[in-house]
């Protein structure tokens, strides 16, 4: 059977902090997808971490920096306007589904402008089926592209942030034009579900965002070396982990604390830690091969965040055989279970994640079972090689005009 051509749509891509979707991208090529992608900005070198990022962004189409040549604007949108009645629907789609004011509206014809151009390549190059990550700006291109060039799009829908302004982006309307939607978790799904119209439910699946195990080594994990990867902003609760540092140093003289990533909050969060001395290490982005070296030196994983979706990171320390320390929200505890692969304490509580890290950091047999139960639990449910296969599935059946699929299709 030969699988439909794809193409994955994101704002940017690729990014450091997004190599999930490098990764499902990967595993669509190697279930035999063509898979052409596009990113609506041109990726900075702040992103480009490894050789796997270069190599992405250079063969990436950028939408944003082609819809910038005149020439090729106006000859994409004249493709178009050659059928009037699905032009001027597009367009009204745009102006319909805007966000209120004049702010809302330019932008919406903007991305207009830019899913012309999307569209002129995608119908070039014969891709069948558009799919988008993330379902904010990039999200109405692909839903506009796909109203002028009549190729149909799904989306991946993560969370939590879109859900806090799901009418400025029209989440109601996505899913209800979409194919269908890939959502990361049952929580994900049930949010979504406020939204969107009952009619449209059974065409929501769950789709786990995936790792390969493979690439994590279980280590001994017997010292007392804290690791946190992520944005370096408000709502990964960043504070609160070097309050509980701060607490736990005497009791624990070994303890060490790294932190992956960057982000708007760093300075603050450095001088936050200039107490701490060389306790606290902030190593800015690193490459997916970096980030896997460093959960085989890491004996706790913690993740304090205040609003999150189901984080890949989380699964990539299970998958290294590293207990996990984070809080009890959203989809997280489909992927965490209590005492058994990891601690969930309650968001924003500096004594619980104090008192979580405490007891782990005093008993090693406690951290290496709890390691070996995550792993277990990755490796089942959150493998890249099986969601890309739920999600070639999904996009084969659904390009093919079948039966909507179940919400979570068992694998054989």
Request: hydrophobic share 45%; glycine share 8%; charged share 20%.
């Amino acid at each position: 059977m030969t699988l439909p051509k794809l193409a994955y749509l994101t704002g940017e891509y690729p990014r450091a902090s997004d190599t999930f979707i490098q990764r499902e991208v990967a595993a669509l090529r190697a279930q035999g997808h063509e898979v052409l992608t596009c990113s609506i900005r041109t990726t900075g070198p702040e992103h480009l971490v490894g050789p796997e990022q270069r190599e992405e962004h250079a063969r990436t189409f950028k939408v944003l920096d082609a819809a910038k040549n005149p020439l090729r604007l106006i000859k994409a949108h004249l493709r178009w306007m050659l059928r009037p009645g699905r032009y001027l629907s597009a367009l009204k789609l745009a102006w319909r589904t805007a966000p209120k004011g004049i702010k809302g509206r330019l932008f919406n014809l903007i991305y207009f402008a830019e899913a012309g151009v999307l569209a002129d390549r995608l119908a070039s190059e014969g891709v069948q089926h558009l799919h988008n990550h993330i379902a904010k700006a990039s999200c109405t291109v692909a839903m506009l592209a796909s109203a002028l060039s009549d190729i149909p799009y799904s989306f991946t829908i993560h969370g939590p942030d879109i859900f806090f302004e799901p009418q400025h982006w029209r989440i109601d309307e996505k899913a209800a034009r979409a194919r269908f939607v890939a959502c990361i978790s049952d929580y994900c799904r049930s949010q979504l579900m406020c939204f969107a119209a009952p009619a449209y439910w059974d065409k929501l699946h769950v789709i786990h965002c995936g790792i390969d195990p493979d690439r994590y080594s279980p280590a001994p994990h017997d010292g007392q070396h804290l690791l946190f990867v992520g944005r370096l902003a408000g709502v990964k609760g960043v504070p609160i982990l070097l309050d509980a540092v701060a607490a736990l140093k005497e009791r624990h003289p070994g303890l060490r604390l790294t932190l992956i990533g960057d982000g708007p909050e760093r300075a603050a969060l450095e001088a936050r830690a200039a107490g701490l001395g060389d306790t606290v290490t902030f190593l800015g982005y690193r490459s997916q091969a970096e980030v896997a070296e460093a959960l085989a030196r890491t004996d706790v994983f913690v993740l304090p965040s205040f609003a999150e979706g189901v984080p890949v990171v989380l699964m990539e320390a299970m998958a290294a055989g590293v207990p996990v320390v984070t809080t009890q929200i959203a989809g997280i505890p489909e992927l965490v279970t209590p005492w058994e692969s990891g601690v969930l304490v309650p968001p924003g509580d500096a004594e619980a994640l104090t008192a979580a890290l405490d007891q782990l950091l005093s008993d090693p047999g406690q951290r290496r079972a709890m390691g070996a139960a995550g792993r277990a639990m990755v490796e089942a449910e959150y493998s890249i090689h099986s969601e890309a296969a739920r999600l070639s599935s999904l996009f084969t059946a659904y390009v093919a005009g079948e039966p909507s699929p179940p919400k979570r299709e068992v694998l054989e």
